[in-house]
Each structure stands twice: as C-alpha cells, then as structure tokens.
C-alpha cells in the first residue's frame, strides 16, 4: 500500500506503520484445514493506532 497518500479515516493523519500479525493470526482458505494459510501485514496509523489495512502476505495460497 502506498503510504505516502494514505489518509487515517479516524484521525486524518497521514504518518503510517506496518506490523505482522503471525502464529495462530494466520488467515487460510477456508476450507483447507491442512494450509498453513499465511501472515497478514498490517498498516496502522501512528496517532491512533486505526489499522488502514490488511493485506495477506502470501495470497497465492488462496
């Protein structure tokens, strides 16, 4: 996601960071019990902590 243009819907700042959901906040397909499913980042706003998105790390998966 390009930060540069984001914009906090809760706060309007415009100053982001990433973080990693991981371990068991591994996403899967659903009905794919035996995929390891993959890490989830996260953008998330500085001021307030709103998460602007998340994107799956490892979508082909899916």
Do not use: H, W
Not at 14 to 42: C, D, H
């Amino acid at each position: 996601m390009n930060q540069n243009n984001l914009i906090c819907k809760a706060c309007g700042n415009n100053t982001f960071a990433e973080g990693k959901l991981e371990g068991y906040a591994n996403v899967r397909p659903v009905n794919n019990y035996f995929s390891f499913g993959s890490k989830l980042t996260l953008t998330i706003c500085k001021r307030c902590g709103e998460v602007a998105s998340m994107k799956v790390d490892k979508f082909e998966k899916f």
